[in-house]
Nanobody, 120 residues
Framework: QVQLVESGGGLVQPGGSLRLSCAASGIIFRLYTMGWYRQAPGKQRELVAAITSASSTNYADSVKGRFTISRDNAKNTVYLQMNSLKPEDTAVYYC??????????????WGQGTQVTVSS
């Protein structure tokens, strides 16, 4: 059974920092591309950051220079360090694990989400 368990969300003032963690189980973690997505009220879910099995990263333009994604394959955990937080970063943040095989089989899993609220 695959589980992605996020932690680290909460309430923070503008300009503050949070670090989200996502602990994975039931998958061969090192093979997966791991991502963080977010969904604000009334908006579509959007990609925030992703890191491949080779540790290549990409970021949404809105978070470049402020957020950093990283992974620890020994701990089966992916992190999202969020600095200089803005009110518009307020959303539910979801952890995602994806693996696309050469036969086009896609394995795609989601965590339950963690709330991040940026407010004074």
């Amino acid at each position: 059974q695959v589980q992605l368990v996020e932690s680290g969300g909460g309430l923070v003032q503008p300009g503050g920092s949070l670090r989200l963690s996502c602990a994975a189980s039931g998958i061969i973690f090192r093979l997966y591309t791991m991502g963080w997505y977010r969904q604000a009220p009334g908006k579509q879910r959007e990609l925030v950051a992703a890191i491949t099995s080779a540790s290549s990263t990409n970021y949404a333009d809105s978070v470049k220079g402020r957020f950093t994604i990283s992974r620890d394959n020994a701990k089966n955990t992916v992190y999202l360090q969020m600095n200089s937080l803005k009110p518009e970063d307020t959303a539910v943040y979801y952890c995602n694990a994806q693996l696309l095989l050469t036969d086009s089989t896609l394995y795609n899993y989601w965590g339950q989400g963690t709330q991040v609220t940026v407010s004074s």
